[in-house]
């Protein structure tokens, strides 16, 4: 085999490798796998979603669990699609959706979010690990489960809400989540740009 063609084939075992990484860690959040989920981290990983931003991997678990013990199971579907690699350190960009159904004003609700996963990962002892993880919003639907039923939002609270993510900021703050209104989202491109920027700075080892 030639030096090109182990290159090539060395470049798409990692590509894969951080695909699967993606699809597992998500796929085993869903499944209450958390072992798994944990060790899909390095322990120092900076995650930060519409209910969580803090590091660590296992206190990431953690809050996961807590989170998912008191309220109805939300669903991800990840279709990992774009990876960087330089070296040890890679960046992964996936798009996603997550849906579930929820209780609104006594009134059962689907809700579906559209999304992109975005992580830095890293290689340690052979194996992938993901050192971030954020989620890239785009937009959100809500709709109730029941057909003709009609849903009595508050429209003030929900006109609080970001675009990006109004829905499901308003299913978690009646829940009693505290919702950051400053995430990563199609309608603030600017602060898009400079996200990625840095992420390609990190890329190349310029931090």
């Known amino acids: 085999?030639?030096?090109?063609?182990?290159?090539?084939?060395?470049?798409?075992?990692?590509?894969?490798?951080?695909?699967?990484?993606?699809?597992?860690?998500?796929?085993?959040?869903?499944?209450?796998?958390?072992?798994?989920?944990?060790?899909c981290f390095t322990d120092d990983a900076y995650v930060r979603t519409s209910w969580y931003d803090g590091?660590?991997?296992?206190?990431?678990?953690?809050?996961?669990?807590?989170?998912?013990?008191?309220?109805?199971?939300?669903?991800?579907?990840?279709?990992?699609?774009?990876?960087?690699?330089?070296?040890?350190?890679?960046?992964?960009?996936?798009p996603a959706k997550i849906f579930g159904r929820a209780t609104l004003?006594?009134?059962e609700v689907d809700y579906h979010v559209y999304s992109r996963f975005f992580s830095r990962a890293v290689k340690q002892n052979g194996n992938w690990k993901l050192k971030t993880f954020h989620v890239l919003w785009?937009?959100?639907?809500?709709?109730?489960?029941?057909?003709?039923e009609t849903v009595p939002l508050d429209k003030t609270l929900l006109a609080s809400m970001r675009p990006?993510?109004?829905?499901?900021?308003?299913?978690?703050?009646?829940?009693?989540?505290?919702?950051?209104?400053?995430?990563l989202g199609d309608d603030r491109l600017e602060e898009l740009e400079a996200f990625h920027a840095g992420e390609d700075a990190w890329l190349a080892g310029k931090d």
């Open 1 to 39: 085999m030639q030096p090109d063609q182990i290159n090539r084939l060395n470049a798409f075992l990692d590509r894969e490798e951080l695909f699967d990484l993606v699809k597992r860690e998500r796929f085993a959040r869903d499944q209450g796998r958390f072992d798994v989920m944990r060790d």
């Open 164 to 183: 990006a993510y109004r829905y499901i900021g308003y299913i978690q703050t009646m829940r009693g989540v505290k919702v950051n209104q400053n995430l």
């Open 138 to 148: 785009e937009r959100d639907e809500l709709r109730p489960a029941v057909l003709g």
């Open 55 to 94: 590091h660590g991997g296992q206190a990431y678990v953690d809050a996961t669990m807590k989170l998912m013990g008191r309220s109805r199971r939300g669903k991800h579907w990840v279709f990992p699609a774009f990876a960087k690699i330089n070296g040890d350190r890679a960046t992964v960009e996936s």
């Open 105 to 107: 004003h006594d009134v």
